[in-house]
């Protein structure tokens, strides 16, 4: 009978008890003197592959980790149950020490040795390999191998995939218990290989309320306010800052290389400064890395310029090119851009090249379809070396070509069909960068593509960007082109949205007669069509039949700027003369179940306050309140459409004797008309409005009626479209105990100050321990807290205040 091999003690190499259970997992020591005598070494030699150290590693120990809880977690659960994990991003975007912290993590754990390779440098195949050994080999002489698996860190994988991969076919082949976090901007495409891609951090959004706290709750945000308050100690974030800090940070994509990159600055320059610098020279801003950190550490070029060099001729000429779509871009107008140079059936294959290196970035579409878009941090170095190459120009000459050929009929009809409106939205940015580089010259191509650009605010809603004059172009000397033409009806069509409706029908007028000169039938009915609907002699329901037969003819049509304008007016009926009667609601019922199945959203706006007005009329006070909540939330920030929202929840208020609630909306609501250019305060609604208005200030106090119109003057666009909808306001956000933390880091940080160690906590929330230590030591770092005790106090600091306020 052959006996088993005797087990002995990982630390003192002694036997194991005989009577120690062979159930579950193995005993590892023999005594608990010999387990804490473990666990202190491991506390010794918490770095990745102690005794090794590097620059990197260095570094990555004397700042502190911000952000990336959830990743961090991820990250840690991959690489045990992986043999080849690879993290994978853009320049920039924070590899390296995100992989360090995951092995620092996993040997704080224990059962797993850390060693760390550093390719940075390497000068070919045999110098990695050397490199892998000599590492392994230095863990193994040291006698810090323990019975669990080994962990080789394995940084800066990009300029040499082939030979990595051949070196660890013989680290796997050497080493069975061997596994590898390995870095690099693309995957390896070994066997077994897992792939773990990152992007920039969280950042705040156009919705982010001003707040500190608010734009707090984003890591890109508190990173900068780490590594700014690093080179400058007074450094707040404040309310009147915030938002220019939340915004750099958005603009960085979040990437934490430039976001520490551009903190430094804070030193030399405010932040509209840095955004200044952002806009004339931001590879020259983006500079001043850790002296000690690899050259491409260093700065935001060197970061970029590592991965362009790698890349091949054609992907090189398409990386450029792709400089001038800021908006995104598919493969057709990649190819349209790249030119003659690169064969239009490579463009697909070239692109998912490109994505796979972590330089473009593929976004689903809503039409079920890909985009790809750039990063905004690359696209400064695509732009660098698209003037460096005197390409520039001809690739904005490709892509006024391909707008103008994407306009279809548009150019010459002013008629945009639905198709051809979700095509040309996607492109909304690139459009306006060309028409930024024809408006320098007399190029006639502007004509049609700002017609159709104004069009297109026209469709979902947006305030005119500028006043509408294309006079100068349709007035130019010489024959009436169908694109002059083309152009005229288009302006007339939006001179009718906008106003004022006299201009509008002397445009359609003078459409029409150039339409008749020409012998253009399908013109001079559209310009009839615009006409009529301009008319305002019927009232009632000829004037709402006489709008449902246009909006009926122009669907048939697929004329989506005269659809969007028939349901305009149909909403400006309404709020005008006060339409009442079953017919109105039932059609413009229709309408906002068409428009919201439609690609042009804007006339919901004003059809939802429509709607609410008729509501309000029959005392149908729940269908008011929801359409009125609807516009509030569709209308973002567009204030004449949130001010009407504003005046009907006014309404309710009144006649449910809320008059100070009342009077507070109607203020609010006038100061945003007053930031309205053009916004009128006539007709049924209007008087409605006044007639409510009068009515609260009779009802209330003076004081009282003064305090409300003073505390109406003083909310933000935000913060009343808040008060209306009864949401919690920006200064009580503010003094939320929440309000720097995630909702489960504030239930850990609870947790916390009730005494309960990470293994009860993560019993109550279903987590591992791993991940409640993982979320204790990011509240510590967000709140700059060194200890449990730290966190517990502050806990009870920041709830009282609540309870307080």
């Excluded at 559209?526 to 122009?554: I, K, P, T």
Aim: net charge positive; charged share 25%.
């Amino acid at each position: 009978m052959t006996t088993a091999p005797s087990r002995r003690c990982a630390t003192c190499d002694g036997p194991l008890p005989g009577s120690a259970s062979t159930r579950g997992s193995a005993p590892r020591y023999c005594s608990n003197a010999c387990r804490q005598r473990a666990y202190r070494q491991r506390l010794k030699s918490t770095g990745v592959g102690a005794g090794s150290s590097t620059q990197a590693q260095a570094q990555a120990h004397m700042s502190s980790f911000v952000g990336r809880t959830d990743e961090l977690v991820e990250l840690v659960r991959l690489i045990g149950g992986a043999r080849l994990v690879t993290v994978t991003g853009p320049p920039g975007s924070g590899k390296t020490r995100l992989a360090l912290e995951a092995a620092s993590t996993r040997q704080r754990a224990g059962r797993m040795t850390i060693t760390y390779a550093e390719l940075d440098g390497a000068a070919g195949p045999e110098e990695v390999r050397q490199r892998i050994t000599r590492e392994l080999t230095r863990t193994s002489d040291a006698g810090r191998v323990d019975r669990g698996a080994r962990l080789l860190v394995l940084d800066g994988c990009d300029d040499l995939l082939d030979a990595c991969g051949t070196a660890l076919d013989e680290a796997f082949s050497g080493c069975p218990d061997l596994r590898v976090l390995a870095t690099s901007r693309e995957a390896l495409r070994h066997p077994g290989e897992v792939v773990f891609p990152i992007a920039g951090l969280p950042v705040p959004d156009e919705e982010t309320d001003g707040a500190p706290a608010e734009v707090l709750r984003f890591p890109a945000v508190r990173l900068f306010m780490d590594r700014a308050r690093a080179v400058k100690p007074d450094f707040r974030l404040t309310a009147a800052n915030a938002l220019h800090v939340g915004a750099l940070c958005a603009r960085l994509d979040g990437l934490p290389l430039a976001i520490e990159l551009a903190a430094q600055q804070v030193r030399a320059f405010a932040l509209e400064g840095i955004h200044g610098q952002l806009d004339e020279a931001p590879l020259h801003l983006l500079t001043g890395g850790w002296r000690t950190a690899p050259p491409r550490h260093q700065s935001l070029r060197a970061a970029n310029d590592s991965s362009y060099d790698l890349l091949t001729p054609d992907e090189r000429r398409l990386f450029r090119a792709l400089a001038e779509a800021p908006g995104g871009f598919g493969p057709d107008l990649a190819a349209a851009l790249a030119g003659t140079a690169v064969e239009p059936r490579t463009v697909p294959g070239l692109l998912a090249s490109l994505a796979a290196k972590s330089l473009i970035t593929a976004v689903p579409d809503a039409a079920g379809g890909i985009r790809f878009r750039m990063p905004e941090t690359l696209r400064y170095s695509a732009r660098e070396h698209l003037e460096d190459s005197a390409e520039r120009d001809a690739v904005r000459e490709r892509a006024a070509v391909w707008f103008v050929k994407a306009l279809g009929d548009f150019g010459e009809t002013g008629a945009l069909s639905r198709a051809g409106a979700r095509r040309l939205a996607r492109e909304r940015t690139n459009l306006n960068n060309t028409l930024a580089w024809l408006s320098a010259g007399d190029d006639e191509r502007q004509v049609p593509l700002a017609a159709v650009a104004e069009t297109l605010d026209m469709l979902v809603g947006e305030p005119a960007a500028r006043p509408l004059d294309l006079a100068p172009a349709v007035g130019r000397a010489g024959p009436f082109t169908r694109l002059r033409l083309g152009a005229l009806s288009a302006r007339a069509v939006l001179t009718a949205w906008y106003g004022p409706e006299a201009s509008a029908r002397i445009l359609a007028q003078q459409a029409r007669t150039e339409a008749s000169r020409s012998g253009d039938e399908a013109q001079r009915a559209r310009m009839d069509a615009l006409l009529g609907l301009l008319e305002r002699h019927e009232r009632g329901q000829a004037a709402v039949r006489r709008l449902r037969q246009c909006l009926g003819a122009s669907r048939l049509q697929d004329d989506m700027p005269m659809v969007a304008l028939s349901l305009h007016l149909l909403a400006r009926q309404v709020l005008t003369v006060g339409e009442s009667d079953r017919l109105a609601e039932t059609v413009v019922d229709e309408a906002i179940t068409a428009v919201r199945d439609e690609n042009a959203p804007g006339p919901l706006s004003p059809l939802l306050l429509a709607r609410a007005a008729l509501a309000l009329q029959t005392g149908d006070h729940t269908q008011a309140a929801d359409r009125l909540s609807d516009l509030l939330r569709s209308a973002g920030e567009q204030p004449l459409w949130s001010a009407g929202a504003l005046e009907g929840f006014a309404i309710l208020a009144a006649r449910g004797r809320a008059y100070e609630r009342a009077l507070r909306l109607l203020t609010a609501a006038e100061e945003l008309r007053r930031a309205t250019p053009g916004a009128t305060s006539t007709g049924w609604w209007y008087r409605q409005v006044n007639a409510v208005r009068t009515s609260v200030i009779e009802a209330l106090p003076r004081k009282q009626a003064a305090a409300a119109v003073t505390a109406g003057r003083s909310l933000s666009h935000r913060q009343a479209r808040d008060h209306a909808l009864d949401l919690p306001s920006s200064a009580e956000r503010e003094t939320s105990p929440r309000s720097a933390l995630s909702e489960r880091e504030w239930q850990v940080a609870v947790s916390v100050s009730q005494g309960l160690t990470n293994r009860q906590i993560a019993e109550q929330v279903y987590l591992s321990p791993r991940t409640i230590d993982t979320h204790i030591r990011n509240i510590r770092s967000t709140l700059g807290l060194g200890s449990r005790a730290q966190i517990a106090a502050w806990v009870v600091r920041a709830t009282s205040h609540r309870a307080a306020g």
